[in-house]
Every structure is written in C-alpha cells, then in structure tokens.
C-alpha cells in the first residue's frame, strides 16, 4: 500500500490565486481529514468525511475554503482566492471508523506559499 | 479550545534516559492515540488506548490513560536520538456536535547524545 498520497507536495501562489490540493486516501478506509499546521496554532481540524460524506466542517477558516469527496478514493481542498496567512502545512488523513475513530494514517503533506 | 493539552511543550535529555511527555483532555472520549511527527513530515501513529484501558504497551513506549483526571502519559525507555520529533496526543471524542479526532499542540523531544 503506498499510503496516504498528497500532492503537490509543495506550492508557491500569489495572493488572490486559486489553490487546488489534493488526497488519495489508503484504500478501504472511510474516513477522510483535512488538517492545516502552523507554528502559532498548530494542527487544526478542518474538514472530516465518512464515506464520502462532510460530517463536520466547523474548522474550515472561511468561505475561501471548500472541500470536495467526489468519491471514496479522491479529495480535494480549494482555497480560493488565497491570502499570505493560508500558508501552511496542510495534511490529508485517512482512517477506518467503526464506531471508533481507528489510528490515522497521514500523508506528507503540501507545503502551501502564498505571497 | 483544544482538546487535548500535552505538557511540556519541549522536553530535551540525555541520551539513554526515559521521557515522559502528559496529556490532558477535557470531554469524555472513546480512546486516545499518540502522534510522533519527524521535522518535516506528516505524523506517524504509535499507540492506541481505549477509554476501557490504564496501560498499554508498545516496545519501549508505554501509555497509561487516567479517565478520572481525563489525563494521558507517554513514556518513552531507554530515549535514542532517533526519538528526537514532536509527539501528540489526540483525542476520538465527540466535540462540537461530531465525533472526531482532535490533536494537542504537541511536545517537542529532544534527544542528546
């Protein structure tokens, strides 16, 4: 298994560009995360999915964040347009849930640039 | 407010020594895994224990989970330099309406040889 797969892994933008990161979850698990990391808040939560579905979407930052699961195998995080304090770490996680939330696997995540 | 709050923040020792890094919660929860994350790199799962479990074991780590005082502790014998990373806590609770995983700030170990 190739494990959690992000891409791109790195991004550079300028501000008020369209950003488009992507995640193929491990296969088999049905829960997807999507977690920003920064120095001054650390690792926040911002979307969850559980088969393909947004169950809480409380930590998305604002409506210049959308998340997509189009289905079991591909998720998407845009952010458009961005601004320089979206830079960040932005990892996707995977899991499988039956009832509880089983260990995560994480990918390597996309260093995010905006100037 | 984060759910899980891990003590210290930083913690450095000695090569050979135990590190001992704390985690406090503040709902109930279903279980609580432990995170490492090298410079750089996404996290890694180390160790899962139920809200059912004191202790658990794992080579050189040992977690032990205090429900009463919604605390946690890792325990890593015998530190190498290779242990050197941040270490998390998070917690599978139901928070904000949902249940779902949420993490610490995180406990940066250094290891010196």
């Known amino acids: 298994d190739a494990g959690v797969i992000q891409s791109p892994r790195h991004e550079v933008t300028e501000m008020g560009q369209e950003v488009t990161l992507r995640c193929k979850p491990i296969?088999?698990?049905?829960?997807l995360f999507w977690y920003r990391q920064t120095m001054m808040r650390g690792l926040e939560l911002l979307i969850y999915?559980?088969?393909?579905?947004?169950?809480?979407d409380s930590g998305m930052p604002e409506d210049r964040f959308s998340a997509k699961m189009p289905n079991a195998s591909f998720s998407t995080l845009k952010i458009q347009p961005s601004e320089p304090r979206d830079s960040a770490v932005y990892f996707c996680?995977?899991?499988?849930?039956?009832?509880?939330?089983?260990?995560?696997?994480f990918g390597p995540g996309t260093r995010l640039l905006v100037l | 407010s984060q759910q899980g709050e891990e003590d210290p923040q930083a913690l450095s020792i000695q090569e050979g020594e135990n590190a001992t890094m704390n985690c406090s919660y503040k709902?109930?929860?279903?279980?609580l895994q432990w995170y490492r994350q090298n410079s750089g790199r996404g996290l890694v799962h180390l160790i899962l224990?139920?809200?059912?479990?004191r202790e658990k074991h794992s080579g050189r780590l040992r977690v032990t989970l205090d429900t009463s005082k919604k605390s946690s502790s890792l325990l890593i014998t015998a530190s190498r330099a290779a242990d050197t990373a941040s270490y998390f806590c998070?917690?599978?609770?139901?928070?904000?309406?949902?249940?779902?995983?949420?993490f610490g700030q995180g406990t940066r170990l250094t290891i010196n040889p």
């Open positions: 996680a995977s899991s499988q849930r039956t009832g509880e939330i089983s260990p995560s696997s």
């Open positions: 296969s088999g698990h049905n829960s």
């Open positions: 999915f559980n088969n393909n579905v947004p169950i809480d």
């Open positions: 709902t109930s929860i279903n279980n």
């Open positions: 224990i139920r809200s059912n479990e």
């Open positions: 998070a917690t599978d609770a139901m928070t904000q309406g949902a249940q779902k995983l949420v």
